[in-house]
């Protein structure tokens, strides 16, 4: 069976900036992959380049045995490829409810017979607030939510679009370690639903427990993919992190 | 849990709304449509013509406010080309008299689809600006096309031309109490046009736009068409209004059909009256075009623009959000 999803060498510059550089990842079906590298190694870049945010210039990618190449953001959200921000980035004008309405109107809205009545949209943004406790903060602004609230809407919104491969991008940054954990037992209950995650992050702890294979980033190039356990001690992962 | 396949995205289906809110939504519609009538009702049991010079000007501004808000409240886009949307829409009705002179409501339609058009061709051409740099491509849209009537001789260049407009109007009387009655029509349907996006699904998509674009993108929302969208429709209302004005003044040239009055005007009244609900643009139009009636009558003419602008200083620093803003905190 094909993998879920398929780059090829894939390269993005900034100007003279080389961000990443023949990159080639399969990602299969159901799996937990992790992805680590140290600051700037290019891992939110590849999401963007992944997710269409960023155009890469080279190299290409398939999803679900679809060329995404040229496709925008919007078409490959709707296609199955969600993606949470590493800074949260909700809609602050709307309320919490009405920012899960957005992929429920127009990700799944927009597939074949997944429109939506005012009712079922109701029903479906509340069960999705109560999946990650916010159920209580329906009606309030995204700017009265503390950090973790506003993480785990940011994954709500993404699971909105019922995904086929979610990509949380260091959604437990700066939380504390109970806060990981339910943040960590959210994505492995999604994992079960059958959806396939990259999971981005640097506390290790969350990344080692996650993931069922581990890939490693440095300064644009891929230097390691494989078990979790067999890549913490690869040398080359050693030296980038530690130095020699 | 999962629905999504293959091929669907190309698809991007309306989901019907619901028949209460389809109950709701035309029940609106008839009671703007009542209001225009009996604020034109109104007018006439003044028994003064001028009630309805200065009327028109009123309701005009209720559609050009309505129009820029469709686009810069519920998008976020700033646009200071107004005068550009409704001069084209007054030139394209004299355009059309001097050629084949047809029912002014035919002349609207066709201001709207020009209009409407060059907002559509602004939008393409400025999809990749934000913030302040659309705003000054509007802008520097408005003087371009300013130069191209002015040495257009067809039009009257910038000497300007005489539009000879109908005594009266079989049923309605005299003429410009038809332009009075059209123009509250044509409020009560740009109205109902900004209410009906605002709870539908097009209007979640310009908040998100006005919120964060890329995010917007990461949700599905197709911004790019979203924007073309918002520019469009907010072209086609301004040129709407603009298309009766050559009929209105009777002489028309492009310093008065390019006013920088419109632009600044359709700017402060949704400023003022609140940019987030359809309300906003009428309460602030309503309330800024008449002080400035007012202020023409008793005053002088030349007050105007300092009136606004004093408002809209004040506004700015007391309520940001305008009066619907006021209005809203105060409700527990």
Redesign the interface.
């Known amino acids: 069976m094909a993998a879920l999803l398929e780059v090829r060498d894939l390269s993005k510059r900034f100007g003279g900036f080389v961000a990443l550089e023949g990159i080639d990842l399969d990602v299969n079906q159901g799996e937990r992959l992790g992805l680590i590298g140290p600051n700037g190694s290019g891992k939110s870049t590849l999401v963007n380049c992944l997710c269409g945010t960023l155009r890469n210039e080279t190299g290409n990618v398939h999803f679900d045995g679809l060329a995404m190449d040229g496709l925008s953001a919007h078409r490959r959200a709707r296609l199955g490829l969600a993606r949470s921000f590493q800074l949260p980035r909700p809609f602050p004008s709307l309320s919490i409810a009405d920012n899960l309405r957005i992929p429920l109107l127009y990700v799944v809205g927009a597939r074949p017979g997944g429109g939506l009545g005012e009712a079922a949209l109701e029903a479906r943004a509340g069960e999705l607030l109560a999946m990650v406790g916010l159920a209580d903060k329906a009606r309030r602004l995204p700017g009265d939510l503390t950090q973790i609230e506003m993480r785990k809407l940011e994954l709500a919104r993404a699971m909105a679009g019922e995904p086929k491969l979610l990509i949380a991008d260091e959604a437990m940054a700066g939380l504390s370690p109970t806060e990981v954990d339910d943040i960590l037992a959210l994505l492995a209950q999604l994992n079960e639903a059958g959806v396939t995650i990259i999971l981005i992050e640097h506390i290790m702890r969350a990344v080692m427990n996650f993931s069922e294979r581990l890939v490693v980033l440095v300064a644009g190039h891929k230097i390691a993919d494989g078990k979790p356990e067999d890549v913490i001690r690869n040398a080359a992962v050693v030296e980038a992190y530690l130095g020699q | ?6 091929g ?2 190309a ?8 028949p209460s ?1 389809a109950r709701r939504s035309a029940t609106f519609l008839a009671a703007a449509v009542a209001v225009a009538l009996l604020a034109f009702l109104a007018a006439r049991s003044v028994g003064n013509d001028y009630v309805f010079f200065a009327g028109y000007v009123v309701l005009q501004y209720i559609v050009l406010a309505t129009a820029w808000n469709i686009l810069g409240g519920y998008t976020g886009y700033v646009n200071f080309g107004t005068a550009a949307f409704f001069a084209a829409g007054a030139y394209s009705s004299v355009v059309l008299h001097k050629l084949v002179p047809l029912p002014l409501v035919v002349h609207i339609l066709v201001g709207g689809l020009v209009s409407g058009l060059i907002g559509l061709g602004v939008g393409y051409l400025t999809l990749r600006l934000r913030g302040v740099f659309f705003s000054i491509a509007t802008l520097a849209m408005a003087v371009v096309m300013q130069t191209l009537i002015t040495n257009w001789e067809f039009v009257g260049g910038s000497r300007g031309t005489y539009v000879i407009r109908p005594a009266a109007v079989p049923i309605v009387g005299d003429y410009i109490q038809y332009l009075f009655l059209v123009m509250a029509l044509l409020a009560a349907l740009a109205v109902w046009v900004a209410r009906q996006i605002e709870g539908s ?1 097009l209007g ?2 310009f ?2 736009i ?3 674009e ?11 068409r979203l924007k073309l969208i918002a520019t469009t429709v907010s072209g086609a209302f301004m040129g709407m209004a603009g298309a009766p004005y050559p009929y209105y003044v009777t002489y028309l040239d492009p310093a008065s059909g390019f006013n920088l009055a419109y632009a600044v005007n359709s700017i402060a009244m949704p400023l003022v009256g609140g940019t ?1 609900t359809w309300a906003g643009p009428v309460i602030g139009a309503i309330l800024l075009g008449s002080i400035q009636q007012l202020a023409t009558v008793t005053i002088s003419s030349a007050l105007n623009l300092l009136l606004v602008g004093v408002i809209l200083v004040g506004f700015v620093i007391a309520a940001p959000n305008g009066i619907m803003g006021l209005l809203q905190k105060r409700r527990p």
């Open positions: 849990m999962r629905r999504g396949d293959k669907s995205a698809r991007e289906n309306v989901a019907a709304p619901a809110a699904r979640y998509g908040a998100t006005r919120d964060d890329v995010a917007a993108e990461a949700s599905g929302v197709p911004t790019l987030a």
